[in-house]
Every structure is written in C-alpha cells, then in structure tokens.
C-alpha cells in the first residue's frame, strides 16, 4: 500500500484539479502495490461520472499496460486523447508516481470532456477556415507600405535561416529574390531600404535580380 503520506499529498493535489477545472474533468488515483490492482487499482476519484468510474474500481488499459511491464521505464504521457464507452472525447494526462527506487507504485490520471468544446471548435473551423486551403501561412495585413515591407524583409531572413550578419552572396540572393517575388521592390525607396539592411549596393541589389530574371528566361 502507499504510505499515508504519499497518498493525502496525491488527494490533496488530485481534488485542487478536479475544483480548478470543474466537474467536466475527471482526476484519478490508481495504486499499483496493491495485489490486486488489476482488479480495485482505484483508490481515488473525483467526477468519476465523466467515465463512469469510482473508487474501488479495476484498472485501465494504461494501468494494465503498466502492471504487465513493472521492469519498464514508462514515460509520463500528457495531453493525449481518450474516449469513452459512451463517445465522450476526452484530453487525457497519466503520470507515473515512483517510489525511492523509481519503480512506478501509483499512476495520477487526468481525463477531461472535451466532447462539446470539440463540437464547438469543429464548427469554429469551419467558419474561419479558408476557402483557398492551398496557402499555409496566414497572411497578416499591415497597416501601412513602411511596415509591410519590414515585414517581407523579415519574412525574407527568416526564409534563408540566418542573421544578415551570417549570410553569404548566395543566402542574399535568396532573399532578395524572395523579396522581388512578394512585390517588395514595388514599395517606393524600397531599394534603398533593401540594400541597406542586407549591406549592399543598390547597383549590387539590382545586379542580383537581374540575374534571377536572366535564369527565368
């Protein structure tokens, strides 16, 4: 059995889930020491109404599974989905509680409905989901042509993958080929402004676009 220390520590944190996130999740105490665990590894639970469960009940297929394996260094598994008999869909947390010698002696499980905020966000994404599903990147709008292009030039730097004071000719031929791509050029002065940050000339910047033209035809 859990020592009596152990275990009031567990309820005391498995009851401030369970107020926090309300009755829509359930926390859940599995005690692996006991003989019989497979059978009555619950020794505690809040919202058990959530899957149905209460104390005294037997174990579930991740308490199973980790009986069958004590010798294994089971990983805490976090966030990752459940359902119940009923169809509730559930977000679900198990953390493995070890003892001095880190053999695994309970499990602390989380298990949350999210059945109708799962409704609600399939029908969110429909509505804001794009028609033209073929462009990954959300395109921001900026305010003004000043701060577009600060954009595009960022957007330019963080395409190659490194600082301008990092970049070779060729990573700044990328990028301006990016920039000349997305219209940056078409911004008054942006030439100025191009070549200043990438620490070329305006000669150097028009040499480079021109030789991507040249490489089209």
């Given at each position: 059995m859990l020592n009596e220390i152990l275990k009031n520590t567990l309820f005391n944190i498995a009851h401030a889930v369970a107020l926090h996130y309300g009755k829509s999740c359930e926390v859940v105490i599995h005690d692996l020491t006991d003989t019989n665990a497979a059978n009555h590894s619950i020794i505690y639970i809040e919202n058990g109404e959530v899957t149905g469960r209460k104390v005294g009940d037997g174990a579930s297929q991740v308490?199973?599974?980790?009986?069958s394996n004590m010798g294994e260094k089971e990983k805490d598994h976090i966030g990752y989905f459940t359902k119940t008999a009923d169809g509730k869909i559930l977000k679900s947390s198990t953390v493995y509680i070890r003892d001095e010698n880190q053999n695994v002696i309970a499990i602390f499980s989380v298990n949350h409905d999210i059945t109708s905020l799962s409704m609600m966000s399939a029908s969110i994404n429909e509505i804001i989901a794009a028609v033209d599903d073929t462009k990954k990147d959300i395109e921001k709008i900026s305010p003004n042509v000043n701060e577009l292009l600060d954009d595009l030039i960022w957007q330019s730097v963080e395409l190659v993958g490194k600082p301008?004071?990092?970049?070779?000719?060729?990573d700044k031929m990328r990028a301006i080929r990016y920039l000349n791509d997305k219209g940056a050029l078409l911004i008054t002065k942006s030439g100025d402004k191009i070549s200043k940050y990438f620490g070329i000339s305006k000669f150097t910047l028009y040499s480079y676009i021109d030789k991507q033209e040249d490489k089209n035809d």
């Open positions: 308490v199973l599974k980790q009986l301008v004071t990092f970049m070779n000719k060729e």
